[in-house]
């Protein structure tokens, strides 16, 4: 199982374009399919890796390992998971200086896969939640609290898990 995890995050790793959030669809979908976590443990996960400081992917990574083969696990699980990143960038570093590459249609390559990957988990965290209705409701609100209102983000996050934890009997 290590080496099950330890590839999962190795192989979502060199697909992380766009940072965090745009593979956190991917990792559910590899975690869940792996049994390695149930839905629910992932959304918990999630919701823990989103208020703990850091980027949201690497949070899921270190805990994903720690909650399996403790602090070795955590360190083993995030290392793997950066270095596939940072051998795309040592390759495409050591290649730019050998070939002239055009930086604004590479960034517009780069926008365009972070949109897909971005939206793809927008939806596969959204669609199986769809029933709860209080889960909507709490998102929704958010929505327009920071669209309309220009409610901080981290004020509705506090509150967001607040009304989370009272109505699924938490406090």
């Known amino acids: 199982m290590f080496l099950s995890l330890l590839m999962i995050f190795f192989k979502v790793g060199f697909f992380a374009f766009g940072g965090g959030w745009a593979i956190?669809?991917?990792?559910?979908?590899?975690?869940?399919?792996?049994?390695?976590?149930?839905?629910?443990?992932?959304?918990?996960?999630?919701?823990?890796?989103?208020?703990?400081?850091?980027?949201?992917?690497?949070?899921?990574?270190?805990?994903?390992?720690?909650?399996?083969?403790?602090?070795?696990?955590?360190?083993?699980?995030?290392?793997?998971?950066?270095?596939?990143?940072?051998?795309?960038?040592?390759?495409?570093?050591?290649?730019?200086?050998r070939v002239r590459v055009d930086k604004e249609r590479w960034s517009g390559a780069l926008t365009g896969i972070t949109t897909v990957m971005v939206t793809v988990t927008i939806y596969s965290l959204f669609v199986p939640n769809i029933r709860d209705l209080l889960m909507v409701s709490i998102a929704v609100g958010v929505f327009l609290c920071i669209w309309k209102y220009k409610i901080h983000p981290l004020i509705l996050i506090f509150l967001s898990g607040f009304i989370g934890a009272v109505f699924y009997g938490l406090l």
């Open 24 to 97: 956190v669809g991917i990792l559910r979908n590899e975690i869940i399919s792996k049994d390695i976590l149930s839905a629910e443990e992932f959304t918990e996960l999630l919701s823990v890796a989103q208020i703990t400081p850091g980027p949201v992917a690497i949070n899921l990574a270190t805990y994903t390992g720690y909650k399996y083969f403790g602090f070795l696990g955590a360190i083993m699980n995030t290392f793997v998971f950066l270095l596939a990143p940072l051998l795309i960038i040592s390759a495409l570093f050591l290649l730019a200086r």
